[in-house]
């Protein structure tokens, strides 16, 4: 059982926006800032976004961020067939001498 | 170009430690910039965070792993370590180490080592 929130699954055709969406409390993303990761099938996660909507050197600006109260969401832009991966939120909460939270992963499907 | 590299055994029997030490290469951690952590993934499964440490030896650790969890850091040769105690089949994953930016960012991640906790 995951902190974070996530949908297991999404879907879209290529060329179309797609967003997954990303519940917290408080404690977490409420406070902090919501950070996302991509992990293509059989590889390291990859840094995406940090901060609620700050991109990384090298990531495509059709990947972007945003956090509102307790929810976070990122939206993808013009989907691609490479963008098929498993996508994590996660956020610093603040419970418990601090540590790291992570939502379960949601699955991107391109059709 | 910054690199982590996991190593560590592959296998570890229940009920025994897991060690494990990621080398940093292109950063030095005594330079006090960064956090250096642990996350790891079941099979089909998602990321977990352990937890984290900082030059200073100040360590953050998850409340559901912080009895069975140390984190430990060598400067003389640029690695950090992680050992889990009483291990449990519940354990075997993939274990990562990466870089932390600030509050978990984790900006740089090594490529992963398996870890099967079976007799």
């Known amino acids: 059982q995951s902190v974070l929130t996530q949908p297991p699954s999404a879907s879209g055709t290529p060329g179309q926006r797609v967003i997954i969406s990303c519940s917290g409390s408080?404690?977490?993303?409420?406070?902090?800032?919501v950070n996302w990761y991509q992990q293509l099938p059989g590889t390291a996660p990859k840094f995406l976004i940090y901060?609620?909507?700050q991109r990384p050197s090298g990531v495509p600006d059709r990947f972007s961020g945003s956090k509102s109260g307790t929810s976070a969401s990122l939206a993808i832009s013009g989907l691609r067939s490479e963008d098929e991966a498993d996508y994590y939120c996660?956020?610093?909460?603040?419970?418990?001498?601090?540590?790291?939270?992570f939502g379960g992963g949601t699955k991107l499907t391109v059709l | 170009q910054v690199q982590l590299q996991e190593s560590g055994p592959g296998l570890v029997k229940p009920s025994q430690t897991l060690s494990l030490t990621c080398t940093v290469s292109?950063?030095?951690?005594?330079?006090?910039?960064?956090?250096w952590s642990w996350i790891r993934q079941p099979a089909g499964k998602g990321l977990e965070w352990i937890g984290r440490?900082?030059?200073?030896?100040?360590?953050n650790y998850s409340p559901s792993l912080k009895s069975r969890v140390t984190i430990s850091v060598d400067t003389s040769k640029n690695h950090f370590s992680l050992k889990l105690s009483s291990v449990t089949a519940a354990d075997t994953a993939v274990y990562y180490c990466?870089?932390?930016?600030?509050?978990?960012?984790?900006?740089?991640w090594g490529q992963g080592i398996l870890v099967t906790v079976s007799s």
């Open positions: 990466a870089r932390d930016m600030a509050y978990g960012v984790a900006d740089y």
């Open positions: 408080s404690s977490n993303i409420g406070s902090n800032y």
């Open positions: 440490i900082y030059l200073s030896g100040s360590a």
């Open positions: 996660a956020a610093w909460d603040d419970s418990l001498s601090g540590h790291v939270v």
């Open positions: 901060r609620n909507n």
């Open positions: 292109g950063d030095s951690i005594s330079s006090g910039s960064y956090y």
